[in-house]
């Protein structure tokens, strides 16, 4: 998941306000392939002017969220600008959300302890190479069965070619029988007949 800070808002009624729909927010992260963007992170003051930004939860998320965070940071707009009060401007900053913003407390804490779990980069690799092994033990397991299937294919083609094969040699067999009989049985030889 990626922080957002620098969210637009306003001062309304002694409350702050966002911008009401994330799709603007969403529509501006587009390069970085976003899930979904939680823009309404509230608390006592209203709008807190952050967000946060679902990746999806495998390698190319994870690709996908360290652009988010390297395109910030060479903007000078990363989390440690945004903290260090070095930004200034009506930009948003963003950084990919790590164990400091997941134990912190506020809204921006509570919504990432409520959605995901902390994972280091070692258990996204561990569950990626597991899934790996899982899919490569399926595949094994399917080439197995077709591998069988295929042996019991081969079986029956052998037992039906060789069973094609007596009844070939038994019609050659008859045909033969039928033709040195045919020759015996004449009543008459050839001379006659035609005679």
Not at 77 to 99: E, Q, T
């Amino acid at each position: 998941m990626g922080v957002g800070a620098n969210i637009l808002t306003e001062f309304k009624n002694g409350r702050y306000i966002g911008e009401s729909g994330s799709s603007r927010l969403k529509q501006q992260l587009s390069p970085f392939n976003p899930l979904k963007v939680h823009h309404r992170l509230w608390n006592f003051g209203g709008h807190t002017g952050y967000a946060v930004v679902d990746f999806a939860k495998d390698s190319t998320g994870f690709r996908d969220a360290m652009a988010f965070e390297n395109h910030f940071e060479a903007d000078r707009r990363g989390k440690r600008d945004w903290f260090d009060n070095r930004f200034r401007g009506s930009n948003i900053c963003g950084w990919v959300a790590r164990a400091g913003d997941y134990t912190s407390a506020g809204p921006v804490g509570d919504h990432l302890r409520k959605n995901r779990d902390l994972k280091s980069v070692g258990d996204l690799a561990a569950e990626e190479s597991s899934r790996t092994d899982r899919l490569v033990a399926n595949l094994a397991s399917q080439i197995e069965v077709k591998s069988k299937h295929l042996q019991e294919l081969e079986c029956k083609y052998n037992e039906t070619s060789l069973s094609l094969d007596n009844m070939m040699e038994q019609r050659d067999s008859l045909l033969q029988s039928y033709n040195e009989g045919s020759h015996l049985t004449l009543p008459f030889s050839d001379h006659e007949a035609h005679g």
